[in-house]
């Protein structure tokens, strides 16, 4: 059941605080299990013993797929519509996509994948994408989804990591006017990865691609013969779903694990509250499936709810900057979930663009990935919503697994810029420098949960102890979420980004550790600092400063080099946008980088570049200042 108004939030969030595992075990209730659940819950963050519905057995897609053949086996599960507006569309119901996840999974029975294996997946936005993490959660399989924008080195460090036994991707795949050559890629990352034995390959693009016999197949050869008939494998609620890499502090990206049992509850739960999708609306989430928005909110948390989605493969910009309101317009979309960095970047354009469509067909719109500054939401409420449509700011990260913070559409009353309350069952908290929790309201401080709730990620894939360093130890008894907060006198949260060493741009992670260690590659670099700067469009521009060897000649030739290392070792996401050359860093006497005051120049905030006695050499700022950037 649907929450339905303010007032039944507030009594179900009290229930709630009442009576947590009770609150989560009437959900799970409403699943299909193969057997039920022993314990609704055990462990907490100390250990990091997480775990929910232990002992219940059940196959994740048994709830998001054969449960909805009798009733809404005809309906759409999918509408899918590529890169370019007049190449192939085509829709798919539950009973074709359930054959088709039965087919993949018999294909990747046969090919040896066995319940545990980890599979890693790096396709284009299309509907083979969502077939491949399906069939993977069928047969047991872990699924590792790369997002199609990283490099050869950064597919191959997270199939390492995780030592995938198979990879399934495309020959390449469109975005926008641009061409990427999955295969190519792949194939340049699989010559240091041993473990991979098998390679199913998509077609997609039709390009000549190079091929190892024995190791490479297409798709359509192994799909044709594969019988449509497959038993889901049980699993535990405990066992692992999949495996998404996701930039930190520090170090290389880590692999947060979730378990099939508490995220299906928690994706299914968060999804039909916050968006109240009716049965026959038409819901579209733009998020890529190979972020944590994709695997919640495209795949899992609407196919549990039986609701029609969109894959899209294309880019707000191509052909031109009206092609998300002509999707809308196309399908009668009434749920458009984006990025605030897809909002801001549309505003630049001619609101002709906008006006050209019917768009009174949506009812509520949702943001996702950063904050969103007040222009931007009020652009989106009334060019996009027409003022009459609900904005549900939703605040949440790989790790939580699902929506945490955000108003339910329709019945909490929204303020642009505030994610504003927390769900029922979940329990934000604000610190102080002193780690006690803040009272009261009008107060600032970092954000934590005070109990685990059935999504959280379990630990990081291979490192548990990391997984305790980074979310359990900064403030004892509490996950710490890494972001900042404001709560205001109504009690409304406000995420301000984050307080920790990890950057925002266009809605992506990203490590400042993991560009720096890119950069530093570079044979003229000695030593960079990436910090942060606010920027229009992207929300956060990725700003370097950094020592080099000798002062380049050819400063844009020197800049192009960087961005090709960038793009070769991370992605084309990771690219600087500032250069600033400097002789000195500023740093404490311990050696640690202060950015604070790199982050201030950066903003141009030349004012408040605050206390620099304890640094090593002071003056290094004076330098800094006087320095430009490219
Ligand atoms: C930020 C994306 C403000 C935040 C789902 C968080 C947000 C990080 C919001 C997680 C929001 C996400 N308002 N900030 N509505 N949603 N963030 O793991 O800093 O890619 O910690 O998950 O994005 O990013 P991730």
């Known amino acids: 059941m649907n929450i339905k108004s303010f007032e039944e939030y507030r009594e179900i969030y009290k229930q709630s605080e009442q009576d947590r595992l009770k609150f989560w075990e009437h959900e799970a209730g409403t699943f299909y299990w193969r057997k039920s659940w022993e314990k609704v819950h055990s462990g907490g963050f100390e250990k990091g013993d997480i775990k929910w519905f232990e002992g219940g057995k059940l196959n994740i897609t048994e709830n998001a797929l054969d449960r909805h053949l009798n009733t809404i086996g005809n309906k759409t599960a999918f509408i899918f519509e590529p890169n370019h507006p007049d190449s192939f569309r085509r829709t798919i119901t539950y009973r074709q996509l359930h054959e088709d996840v039965c087919r993949f999974a018999n294909v990747l029975q046969e090919k040896g994948i066995e319940k545990g294996d980890r599979v890693c997946i790096y396709m284009a936005m299309t509907p083979e994408l969502i077939i491949s993490a399906l069939a993977c959660a069928r047969i047991g399989a872990v699924h590792s989804i790369v997002f199609a924008g990283f490099s050869a080195q950064s597919l191959a460090e997270r199939i390492q990591d995780c030592d995938a036994k198979m990879l399934i991707t495309n020959d390449g795949l469109r975005r926008g006017d641009k061409h990427v050559p999955l295969k190519d890629i792949s194939d340049e990352a699989l010559e240091s990865c041993p473990t991979v034995k098998n390679v199913i390959v998509c077609q997609r693009t039709n390009r000549d691609i190079d091929w190892k016999e024995g190791r490479d197949e297409w798709w359509h050869n192994l799909i044709r013969n594969a019988s449509r008939n497959h038993k889901a494998v049980e699993m535990d609620a405990e066992d692992p779903l999949f495996i998404l890499y996701t930039s930190g502090s520090t170090g290389k990206p880590k692999g947060v694990l979730h378990t099939c049992g508490g995220y299906m509850v928690y994706t299914s739960y968060t999804f039909r509250n916050v968006f109240q999708v009716q049965e026959e609306d038409v819901y579209w989430c733009t998020a890529d499936a190979g972020w944590i928005t994709g695997h919640s909110y495209i795949i899992y948390g609407p196919l549990f709810n039986g609701a029609t989605g969109i894959i899209f493969e294309g880019t707000p910009t191509y052909p031109d900057p009206g092609r998300l309101w002509e999707v809308v317009e196309k399908y009668k979309v009434t749920h458009f979930y984006t990025a605030p960095t897809a909002i801001r970047a549309l505003m630049s354009y001619d609101l002709k663009y906008v006006q050209k469509y019917d768009l009174s067909?949506?009812?509520?719109?949702?943001?996702?990935?950063?904050?969103?500054?007040?222009?931007?939401?009020?652009?989106?409420?009334?060019?996009?919503?027409?003022?009459?449509?609900?904005?549900?700011?939703?605040?949440?990260?790989?790790?939580?697994?699902?929506?945490?913070?955000?108003?339910?559409?329709?019945?909490?009353?929204?303020?642009?810029?505030?994610?504003?309350?927390?769900?029922?069952?979940?329990?934000?908290?604000?610190?102080?420098?002193?780690?006690?929790?803040?009272?009261?309201?009008?107060?600032?401080?970092?954000?934590?949960?005070?109990?685990?709730?059935?999504?959280?990620?379990?630990?990081?894939?291979?490192?548990?102890?990391?997984?305790?360093?980074?979310?359990?130890?900064?403030?004892?008894?509490?996950?710490?979420?890494?972001?900042?907060?404001?709560?205001?006198?109504?009690?409304?949260?406000r995420i301000t980004g984050r307080v920790d060493d990890v950057l925002n741009v266009s809605g992506h992670r990203l490590g400042t550790a993991e560009i720096e260690n890119a950069l530093d590659e570079h044979p003229n670099v000695v030593e960079t600092a990436i910090v942060g700067y606010p920027h229009d469009i992207k929300g956060q521009g990725i700003y370097a400063f950094m020592i080099c060897e000798k002062t380049p000649e050819d400063p844009k030739a020197f800049k192009k080099e960087l961005h090709d290392l960038v793009t070769k070792i991370i992605g084309p996401i990771a690219k600087p946008d500032k250069i600033q050359i400097t002789p000195g860093l500023p740093k404490t006497r311990s050696g640690k980088i202060m950015r604070r005051i790199l982050r201030k120049v950066a903003a141009d905030d030349l004012e408040n570049v605050g206390d620099t006695s304890t640094l090593l050499d002071p003056s290094v700022v004076d330098d800094i200042l006087k320095g430009e950037a490219y």
């Open 361 to 493: 067909s949506l009812k509520v719109l949702g943001s996702v990935g950063e904050p969103i500054n007040e222009e931007a939401w009020h652009w989106y409420d009334d060019h996009v919503g027409g003022g009459t449509c609900p904005i549900v700011d939703t605040w949440w990260q790989t790790e939580t697994g699902g929506i945490m913070i955000s108003p339910l559409a329709g019945v909490t009353p929204t303020k642009p810029g505030f994610a504003t309350l927390p769900l029922p069952g979940i329990f934000p908290t604000l610190m102080d420098e002193n780690g006690k929790e803040i009272e009261g309201n009008g107060v600032s401080g970092n954000l934590c949960i005070k109990h685990p709730w059935p999504g959280i990620a379990r630990t990081v894939w291979g490192d548990h102890e990391r997984y305790l360093k980074t979310y359990m130890s900064a403030y004892k008894g509490y996950y710490f979420t890494g972001d900042g907060c404001r709560r205001d006198p109504d009690g409304y949260y």
